[in-house]
């Protein structure tokens, strides 16, 4: 019963796959896991915000892309007001 399930499943996967030809979605992962693999997150040790250089902190007149080194010293967390300095590295 549980194989007959699956294979109605492959069947419409496999004929949909044919169609589409040689592209699959799986293309797409490798070079997103390299993007995120090079970018570093800092997490606030106060509130658990997370700066995420991808997206800056517009409001705190960050633009999008600015790496924490970038950061001026006076800027604080948009959600608590912690000094950048309690600010952490977010490892894995
Ligand atoms: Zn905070």
Not at 8 to 22: A, L
Not at 68 to 92: Q, S
Request: hydrophobic share 30%.
């Amino acid at each position: 019963m549980l194989a007959a399930a699956a294979q109605e499943q492959d069947g419409r996967g496999g004929s949909w796959r044919c169609r589409s030809g040689t592209h699959t979605p799986d293309d797409n992962l490798p070079a997103m896991s390299t993007d995120t693999a090079a970018k570093q997150l800092w997490i606030c040790s106060s509130c658990g915000f997370i700066y995420d250089p991808d997206e800056g902190d517009p409001d705190g007149g960050i633009p999008s892309g600015t790496n924490f080194d970038d950061i001026p010293d006076t800027w604080f967390c948009p959600v608590c007001g912690a000094r950048k300095a309690d600010f952490e590295p977010l490892n894995g």
